[in-house]
């Protein structure tokens, strides 16, 4: 063996979501629920946020790295004008099943060389998507770069803490059910100030930063650590605490 041979980084298991189908909205003993729970607590916060912004007129939305359409047609059922793109041709398959006002275009697009014109959207969405590429500072300049000027990027991601791998590596593999290997990667978790960097690079000023943490002692939550299944009513909470997961808004400045 050449001593001088590498060992290859383990790479986080973007596959799973290929193979997903029905189960992205219907299975409870899969961590794709607590996904699920997580844009429950998000979706308003991120429509709230859109319509106060934009309360004249109907923004053009992309929704990187989208999915299944937890979001996306969330913000179809407002009446925004929304785009998804992923790269799971099935993901988008089942999202636009589940997509009520038939509007979304949904596409096959890599989040690094997104297909669209500079300055074609006025609000760009990332949410639990940085945590699964390589590169985040390449999607946040792609998500600028078709950001028009005063647009808003919306991103949601996990902090790179002891906590955090306590809470969304170890805790998920150890009371949940399912749990596909390598779902995340510790190394490829993100501190705040790293984003906010990664921003203001792309010319993005971030103007809000929230937690948010599980609901802990609800009865939910405690059903879940005896079985194994994620119950239909288990919740997140938003927090002052960055420490296990965060949501922000950037604002593209120039």
């Given at each position: ?12 298991n ?40 934009f ?57 690094c ?20 590429v ?13 950001l ?9 991601t ?17 009371f ?38 599980p ?12 079985t194994?299944?994620v ?8 927090s002052?605490?960055?420490?296990v997961?965060?949501?922000g ?6």
């Amino acid at each position: 063996m050449d001593a001088n041979a590498t060992i290859p980084r383990r790479q986080v298991n973007n596959a799973i979501y290929e193979a997903l189908g029905a189960r992205w909205y219907e299975a409870q003993d899969d961590p794709v629920a607590l996904l699920r729970a997580e844009a429950r607590l998000r979706n308003p916060w991120v429509i709230e946020r859109i319509a106060k912004r934009f309360a004249n007129r109907h923004p053009r939305i992309l929704d990187v790295g989208c999915g299944a359409g937890f979001l996306s047609n969330a913000l179809a059922k407002k009446g925004f004008d929304v785009t998804g793109v992923d790269v799971s041709p099935q993901s988008l398959h089942v999202a636009a099943e589940h997509d009520l006002t038939a509007s979304v275009r949904y596409r096959v697009a890599d989040a690094c060389a997104l297909p669209y014109t500079d300055r074609s959207f006025d609000v760009v969405c990332a949410m639990d998507f940085l945590e699964h590429v390589e590169d985040p500072s390449k999607v946040i300049a792609e998500a600028a770069r078709v950001l028009a000027p005063g647009g808003l990027f919306f991103f949601h991601t996990f902090n790179r803490t002891p906590l955090a791998w306590l809470v969304v590596l170890k805790g998920v593999e150890w009371f949940v059910d399912n749990v596909p290997p390598d779902l995340h990667l510790y190394r490829l978790f993100l501190k705040p100030k790293e984003v906010e960097a990664m921003c203001q690079k792309a010319g993005l000023d971030v103007t809000e930063l929230t937690g948010s943490r599980p609901v802990i002692g609800s009865r939910a939550f405690l059903r879940l650590l005896l079985t194994g299944v994620v119950p239909k009513d288990f919740a997140f909470t938003f927090s002052s605490s960055t420490q296990v997961a965060y949501t922000g808004v950037a604002t593209r400045t120039r």
